[in-house]
């Protein structure tokens, strides 16, 4: 596939992106965790029925450091994070303070810093479509895995399969957020603000009360507020990249990287479970 970027467009927004999430996993610094917290990875394996990882696995993306150290206190493996921005490194190191199982390297998912074959299992969440070429993180990531070793990766919908009204409110939401991301950290945030007690009336409040309302976007949660709603509105609109994708094009993701697609499931999002091939034995020569 050819891609829309040239290399200075491409290290742009690649800058970019690194810059936006950073900011916003830097406004605060968390307490390091010592007990597992339920978050993206548990979703992923509710939805796949996955089983836990052992050995050493890889957290491509690790964000703010949540699952990173949940996934070693709650299945007892080692852990290496990769994040790219300054905000996330600092927040991770702090949440895996007292995980001495769990490390964290800052690097690229188009450049992993690891040799062949090192990772007994890996996981992606929300990561992979925010970079300027998917399918190479995809096959960078795998790169990493023994084989056998198992993949869950979580993407986008492309809401192909939504009515036509669904979208165009994706097409909507998507123009506003090529306006919005041009704005510093600080005026994204700011735009989300001014747009979350909307958001809430539209979105949060019909699916705490309608049936048909259940899978609007930013649904009612029991500690949902307007002032949460902040937080994912600046994920959303923050992104410079943003790739989308159906069901089989998420499955052809992880097959276009020699991966065999075990499972894949619709959470608000496709999420696919994946693993590597086993070595093949080797050949002999007959008599």
Request: glycine content about 8%.
């Amino acid at each position: 596939m050819t891609l829309p970027y040239d290399r200075v467009m491409a290290d742009r927004l690649t800058e970019a992106t690194s810059e936006r999430f950073g900011h916003g996993w830097r406004l605060a610094t968390p307490e390091p965790l010592t007990a597992p917290v339920s978050y993206h990875l548990d979703a992923m394996r509710a939805a796949l029925g996955a089983p836990a990882f052992a050995g050493r696995v890889l957290d491509a993306g690790c964000g703010e450091g949540v699952d990173l150290a949940s996934v070693v206190l709650r299945d007892g493996c080692r852990a290496v994070g990769v994040e790219l921005s300054d905000g996330g490194v600092h927040t991770t190191r702090a949440r895996i303070a007292r995980t001495p199982a769990a490390s964290l390297v800052q690097g690229n998912l188009l450049a992993l810093p690891f040799r062949d074959g090192v990772f007994d299992g890996a996981y992606s969440y929300g990561v992979v479509h925010h970079t300027i070429d998917p399918a190479a993180a995809v096959r960078e990531i795998v790169r990493t895995l023994r084989p056998g070793a198992r993949l869950l990766l979580y993407v986008y919908e492309d809401f192909g399969d939504r009515s036509l009204a669904w979208r165009a409110a994706l097409g909507a939401v998507n123009t506003v957020r090529a306006l919005v991301w041009r704005l510093s950290p600080r005026g994204i945030r700011a735009v989300c603000w001014a747009m979350a007690p909307f958001v809430y009336l539209g979105c949060t409040w019909p699916s705490k009360h309608f049936g048909w309302a259940k899978r609007f976007p930013y649904p009612a949660t029991q500690n949902r507020s307007v002032a949460s709603l902040v937080p994912d509105l600046y994920d959303r609109f923050a992104a410079p990249i943003e790739q989308r994708y159906s069901r089989a094009g998420a499955e052809a993701l992880a097959a276009q990287a020699g991966l065999i697609v075990r499972r894949s499931a619709q959470a608000r999002g496709w999420m696919v479970w994946a693993e590597k091939p086993e070595a093949s034995a080797p050949q002999t020569a007959s008599a």
